[in-house]
């Protein structure tokens, strides 16, 4: 990304104070894929912890094992219980709803191809790639907004506050029963990544590229400096401003925010690692 503001996050910058706005390019929709993402994530991880454990590795090690480690078996043959894939939307719903009430949540869930819609998420993210592009149901309602502060633009408080409800509903979905779901949902959305695309299949290592990408991602200060740049704004230093978009995806809520979704990703790993897999 060469801009601030070309990931699908936010509607056209606004400034908190008086700030020259650089000259930028129609607005694109901006979107916030925060549910799905985590899932992929949390669902990534946890593919680490049963390798992890498979081969005796402690848990802490198999999170961090480099994505060129060698590729697992792929995941077992769709399950003849489960709908067929494009049947799977009223299944997928129902089993879904029960993680939760919030808002956001039930608004994603009336979406349709929510199967097909984590599977891209986590295709995506294997890529380095955001999968927020793809859900404008989760967009924030406020824009995107910027301050100064002693001379230099800063990413304004309430730009990282919209992202509050999204984490909030991650934070509340309960691991063991996130774990369970997705354990029962997989073979559906290994069926759907296989359609995207893959049709020689490579679900499994897809996770692992996806959680190495996620966990990867450094901490950035909520008052990190921005300069204009294409379309909008971009990271004053290069370090940040050269990660990729997956990774800009979580910083851009904020450092409390990135932290609070790691920290339901491990939580929902070390859950779904104990979640026992039974063939549907």
């Known amino acids: 990304m060469t801009s601030h503001d070309d990931l699908p996050l ?5 400034d908190a104070t008086p700030v020259a706005p650089p000259a930028s390019s129609s607005p694109v929709p901006r979107v916030a894929a925060l549910v799905v993402l985590v899932a992929a994530v949390v669902a990534a991880g946890a593919w680490y912890y049963l390798a992890g454990r498979a081969r005796g590795t402690p848990p802490a090690a198999a999170v961090s094992a480099a994505t060129t480690s060698a590729p697992l078996a792929e995941s ?23 993680l939760g009430t919030s808002p956001l949540l039930l608004k994603w869930l009336a979406t349709d191809d929510l199967v097909g819609a984590i599977a891209t998420a986590i295709d995506k993210l294997a890529q380095r790639q ?16 910027v301050a100064r502060r002693n ?6 408080p309430a730009t990282y506050a919209r992202y509050g409800p999204l984490v909030d509903t991650v934070a509340a979905i309960d691991s063991a029963r996130l774990a369970a779901a997705f354990t029962t949902l997989k073979p559906r959305i290994a069926e759907a990544y296989r359609r ?6 490579g679900f499994d290592p897809a996770l692992a590229r996806a959680i190495a990408i996620v966990v990867a991602t450094p901490d950035v200060p909520a008052d990190a400096a921005l300069v204009p740049g294409i379309g909008g704004y971009a990271y004053a230093n290069p370090a940040f401003e050269q990660l990729p978009p997956a990774q800009k995806q979580l910083i851009r809520m904020g450092p409390e925010h ?7 990703a491990r939580r929902f790993a070390a859950a779904l690692a104990a979640t026992p897999t039974t063939a549907r």
């Open 258 to 264: 990135a932290a609070r979704v790691r920290d339901a």
């Open 76 to 98: 077992p043959p769709v399950a003849t219980t489960l709908p067929p894939l494009e049947q799977m939307d009223p299944y997928a719903r129902d089993l879904l709803a029960t």
């Open 151 to 156: 001379g230099v633009v800063l990413v304004a």
């Open 10 to 14: 936010d509607t056209a910058p606004r």
């Open 130 to 145: 955001s999968p927020a592009r793809d859900l404008a149901v989760l967009r924030p309602t406020e824009g995107f907004a």
């Open 196 to 201: 995207q695309g893959h049709p020689d299949g």
